[in-house]
């Protein structure tokens, strides 16, 4: 990304090394670059302009290179500055030379809007890679500096006053520079800045694998370490089976909010919980899903209960649940192979399966239905019309 | 009544996973042999010609049906469970498709396993409740099939009956008993069942397999 830079030249340098660089980045001869901005010199002087523009927008030449002493080119400056001079004279006095204030104004915008274009484009090429721990203090220095020298530019243009066409020359000058230095910088800004990206997005790759692997070794290592180590066989199968659960919720549910919001997660949740409650393994069938919504959410409650009963009376391992939901109906069975119960027997006052599972599914326009005898396990069955929904 | 010896190639790519299987199988299953790959699974399959092959539906170097198309041909005879632990609807029925004669979680339990082994051994096919539930929803998505569908396209209610029951962790003997029929009348049916699976044009079957996970 460095190599990739537009930098000022250290060696190949008259003045600032601007040409020297530019001629180095484009791959043409620095004096061909050179000779371009002398031509834009008699253009109303905007040649001046668009080199100091240029030279702010350039970073440095690169530490460590050699720089061409200053010393070394006295004579090529000095006799530049005399052309330079004699050409901006000759063009005064020719007339062909901006008004000094419309020059100045224009410059003034033209130096302004480099430093608060490189401004924004090291803020966002800068990442946060240690090795641009740039000082705070030049960036503030640059950006009010860039204000200032917007706002003077401005306050110049405003104090010509009426004169319109001049006003109009530079700016349709300072336009045109401005445009030709854009289509010099902007790609090789864009592509620093593309670089930058795919660096953040290796970074974030990194990020997310280290993640994984802590994640694999606090959960699933640590529970294979205590499952070798446990001596009850239910033990072990509880602790399986929580991992199990949490892990497949870790891969395919991805961060699971605190609360679910289809049909098919609402139960899962419900599933774990009397799971873990009760120690029992419930094997859960849900192929369908749909988002959740009042009624859904009751009958999940209902099947909640209905689990709840199978996991405390029931004396067994394992419950079998189906879960499906279309838009006509969802129903879902809840299956032990328990003991069962008389259901005639059970109290008019016990609440469970009467009020909870029952009354709730009355409530919301569906139906319950139990199934049970002693030694025959339990099946509940809960059905709720969806079809005429609004 | 005098339980035959079946003899049964694991394909699976771990071998923790192979060696628990094989310790937990019991008495009247002969494990003759083991593989990890496709590539290793094929030829060993085809010298040893055993009764059932439990097949991984993902392998390193492909699916699980990649196996049963190299070796359906040369071997009718050999028949294939699916194993699987978590994998999408979509390869699942991939495998099924390519010619398995059933699918069971890799949580089965030893017994029940065993039981399974046998059971496709003598020809019947085996849908875990989950498989079941698929089904059921496959076939019943979306509009009915249009009227120029076969047959296959369809399940009969009774079919329904049958794959709901399963669906619901219901035993084949379990299902006999509430639906008044023989065992041998259930088997019968999900067989039928697992051939609409297999040969039924329904798009649904993909596409709704496309979106879903079996567990």
Redesign the interface.
């Known amino acids: 990304m460095e190599a990739d830079r537009l930098r000022r030249s250290g060696s190949d340098r008259v003045l600032l090394g601007v040409c020297g660089g530019l001629g180095e980045a484009l791959g043409v001869d620095p004096v061909l670059v050179r000779l371009g901005f002398a031509l834009g010199v008699p253009l109303g002087g905007i040649g001046v302009a668009a080199y100091v523009m240029t030279a702010v927008l350039m970073t440095g030449p690169p530490p460590g290179a050699r720089i061409r002493p200053v010393p070394g080119r006295r004579q090529q400056v000095a006799g530049l500055g005399v052309l330079l001079v004699a050409a901006l004279l000759a063009l005064g006095v020719s007339g062909l030379l901006l008004p000094l204030d419309v020059l100045a104004a224009s410059a003034l915008l033209l130096v302004g809007l480099g430093l608060a274009w490189r401004q924004a484009a090291t803020a966002s090429a800068r990442g946060d890679g240690p090795g641009w721990a740039r000082p705070l203090l030049l960036d503030g220095l640059r950006a009010v500096t860039a204000i200032v020298l917007l706002i003077g530019g401005a306050v110049l243009f405003l104090r010509q006053g009426g004169d319109v066409t001049a006003a109009a020359a530079s700016t349709v000058a300072a336009a045109v520079a401005a445009a030709g230095i854009g289509l010099l910088v902007g790609p090789r800004l864009r592509r620093a800045q593309a670089v930058a990206s795919a660096e953040r997005r290796e970074r974030i790759r990194t990020e997310e694998r280290a993640s994984m692997a802590a994640r694999l070794h606090d959960s699933v290592l640590q529970t294979l370490a205590l499952i070798q180590r446990a001596d009850d066989a239910r033990g072990a199968q509880g602790l399986a089976r929580r991992q199990e659960r949490e892990l497949r919720a870790w891969l395919y549910g991805g961060e699971e909010p605190d609360a679910p919001d289809t049909f098919a997660a609402a139960l899962r949740h419900a599933t774990e919980d009397v799971e873990t409650r009760y120690d029992v393994a419930v094997e859960l069938v849900q192929p369908s899903d749909a988002p959740l919504d009042a009624d859904l959410d009751a009958l999940v409650s209902a099947a909640r209960e209905a689990l709840t009963n199978a996991a405390k009376h029931a004396g067994t391992a394992t419950v079998s649940v189906l879960a499906r939901v279309s838009d006509h109906e969802a129903s879902v069975f809840v299956r032990d192979r328990g003991r069962g119960f008389e259901l005639a027997r059970v109290p008019r006052d016990r609440a469970g399966v009467r009020e909870s599972i029952v009354g709730r599914m009355a409530r919301h326009g569906g139906r319950a239905a139990i199934h049970t005898a002693p030694g025959a396990g339990t099946e509940v069955e809960l059905f709720l019309p969806r079809g005429d929904r609004p | 009544m005098n339980v035959p010896l079946r003899r049964v190639v694991i394909v699976d790519d771990h071998e923790i996973f192979r060696a628990g299987l094989k310790a937990g199988l019991g008495p009247t299953v002969q494990v003759v042999g083991e593989a990890g790959t496709v590539e290793a699974a094929v030829p060993l399959i085809k010298s040893l010609d055993p009764d059932v092959v439990l097949l991984d539906v993902h392998l390193p170097d492909g699916g699980g049906h990649a196996v049963i198309g190299a070796v359906h041909g040369e071997r009718p005879g050999v028949k294939f469970v699916a194993l699987s632990v978590?994998d999408a609807a979509e390869d699942v029925v991939a495998v099924i498709r390519a010619g398995a004669r059933g699918y069971v979680t890799k949580t089965i339990a030893p017994a029940e396993l065993t039981q399974t082994i046998h059971r496709i051994a003598d020809g019947d096919a085996v849908f875990s409740?989950?498989l079941?539930?698929?089904v059921?929803?496959a076939f019943?998505?979306g509009d009915p099939p249009a009227a120029g569908d076969g047959e296959l396209d369809r399940l009969t209610p009774r079919e329904r009956d049958v794959l709901?029951l399963l669906?619901?962790?219901?035993t084949y003997k379990e299902i006999a008993a509430r639906l008044h029929l023989s065992v041998k009348t259930i088997e019968t049916h999900v067989s039928n069942v697992l051939r609409k699976l297999q040969l039924s044009n329904r798009n649904e079957l993909t596409r709704w397999a496309a979106k879903?996970?079996m567990?």
């Open positions: 978590s409740p989950w079941a539930g698929f059921l929803d019943n998505e709901l669906a619901r962790g219901y879903r996970r567990v």
